[in-house]
């Protein structure tokens, strides 16, 4: 028998998470935001539950290939654009749409020699200061794309730092609307926090919402909202089992570091189930896990292979029990991926994406 560690994409639950972010922006297209092999879950794997999009979004070439090759003919949007330009040839041969955010990328296009010119996404930076032509240099700089024969259609893009946050996204809201006004094309700016708390309003929902981890079903706001208050399901359970029992007397010590002692009498499980899986050492003694679709917690540190969980909620749990790391339980329980994640001190993306190659996959 292989070591017992398995995740499942559920591809209802992809479908049920894209039809919360149509509802939550109503006549927005939505980008599906594939980017890091769909955030760990696999492109190929959520192909099924998320070919309903109306494109798709990500940062590889390698990976808008695999997209191609699933057979997807409408639109992929290369989010962070090129990055030399030979990868100018590759947009043309597969019909990518590519973000343009400074002027390097312009000067590439500019000596393109290409049949079909390109749709590109002009990003401002309106405030993030990660990628994106400055407010005042926006214009300049759409000036610019418009004279290209190598340019087809212009869209203007941009992103929100605190669209989860209490800061919130107004102010970039009118930094762009003011720049922008009265230039035609399509708009997006939405990420899955913007798209859920403000794709009410048109300006914000605007042409194309961008949603990623939301379609994941992991709350962009968690802890102020959690997956439930958006109605949103997990996309990937990560599932192990238990390979030993425990019973530790008081003042016994578990694992490396001795971190965690008994106060009394403990019956604890060992799973199989480590940081070389994507389970992040950080999460410590504390961290809610399931066992048999029981709510408990881990006991001691995460090791390599191994966690050991704490097993008094569920007396009758013994080797070969369920554990569900997060996503569903068999019983139907669901602990949310931001659950393990806040405890680890960081945030559902990162465990999601961190899924180790060793662990096989299956799809539901
Ligand atoms: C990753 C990314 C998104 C998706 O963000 P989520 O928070 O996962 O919804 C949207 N837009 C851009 C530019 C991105 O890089």
């Known amino acids: 028998m292989p070591r017992p560690i398995q995740a499942t994409i559920h591809t209802e639950s992809l479908r049920h998470n894209l039809a919360r972010i149509r509802l939550a922006a109503p006549d927005a297209k939505v980008w599906g935001v594939v980017k890091a092999n769909a955030y760990g879950h696999g492109i190929e794997r959520v192909w099924e539950g998320m070919r309903g999009a109306d494109g798709f979004a990500l940062l590889d070439l390698q990976e808008a290939e695999r997209v191609r090759a699933l057979g997807w ?209 950080h999460c410590n003694t504390g961290t809610p896990v399931l066992v048999d679709g029981v709510r408990t917690r881990i006991v001691g540190r995460v090791s390599m292979d191994m966690i050991t969980v704490d097993l008094s909620p569920v007396p009758h749990a013994a080797l070969g029990t369920e554990v569900t790391l997060w996503g569903r339980a068999s019983n139907g329980t669901v602990l949310p991926i931001d659950e393990p994640a806040r405890a680890g001190g960081t945030v559902g993306y990162e465990l999601m994406c961190a899924l180790a190659q060793r662990v096989p996959v299956a799809v539901e």
């Open 73 to 281: 003919r409408g639109p992929i949007l290369l989010l962070e654009g090129v990055f030399e330009a030979r990868d100018l040839e590759l947009c043309s041969r597969l019909n990518l749409w590519h973000t343009v955010h400074c002027d390097e990328q312009i000067d590439m296009l500019a000596t393109h020699k290409t049949h079909q010119p390109h749709r590109v996404f002009l990003k401002m930076n309106s405030g993030m200061n990660r990628l994106g032509f400055a407010p005042q240099r926006f214009r300049g700089a759409w000036t610019r794309l418009d004279a290209l024969p190598q340019v087809d259609e212009i869209s203007l893009m941009t992103h929100f730092s605190d669209a989860d946050g209490p800061r919130g996204i107004a102010q970039q809201v009118k930094v762009f609307e003011d720049i922008t006004r009265d230039l035609p094309g399509e708009r997006t700016l939405s990420n899955s926090a913007a798209s859920l708390r403000f794709g009410a309003e048109p300006m914000v929902r605007a042409d194309w919402v961008r949603p990623g981890i939301a379609v994941y079903g992991s709350a962009p706001d968690f802890p102020d909202h959690d997956a439930a208050h958006w109605n949103l399901l997990p996309a990937m359970t990560l599932a192990s089992r238990i390979i030993g029992v425990q019973h530790l007397a008081a003042d016994d010590t578990v694992g490396y570091g001795s971190n965690f002692t008994a106060d009394g009498p403990l019956r604890i499980g060992v799973v199989a189930c480590g940081y070389a899986d994507g389970y992040p050492r």
